[in-house]
């Protein structure tokens, strides 16, 4: 998984077959909407599993720190994708992720 920012538009596309998950005009991306991903691998040497979150901007990034904390480490066990890639809108527009806001699954592998 990678982003790719041509300054104008920027997107979320799976490394395997170049295909694009999410593609939006930079500006759409607010402190108030953004998008993020969930991505786990496992480190080269030992074999660790390592969890990843970002998003395409900081708002993204911070909205899926939140999403993860509260809705997937306590149960990381049962998680059975790779990666999960959301939408994450604040619609109680008070600038920081909480659970009022909507987290719309994009896809996940």
């Known amino acids: ?6 300054s104008v538009q920027i997107a979320f596309v799976r490394t395997s077959d170049n295909g694009t998950i999410v593609k939006t ?37 911070a909205a899926g720190a939140f999403y993860f904390k509260n809705n997937m480490a306590g149960s990381i ?9 959301f939408e994450w809108t604040d619609t109680n ?3 920081i992720p909480n659970a009022a806001d ?3 699954p994009i896809e996940s592998n």
């Open 25 to 61: 005009p930079l500006s759409a991306l607010t402190t108030h909407h953004d998008y993020f991903l969930i991505y786990v691998a496992p480190e080269p040497v030992s074999g660790t599993l390592v969890f990843a979150v970002y998003g395409l901007y900081g708002s993204g990034t």
């Open 77 to 85: 066990g049962s998680q059975s994708k790779q990666y999960y890639v």
């Open 1 to 6: 998984m990678y982003a790719i920012d041509d």
């Open 93 to 95: 527009n008070d600038g």
């Open 102 to 104: 909507a987290f719309k």
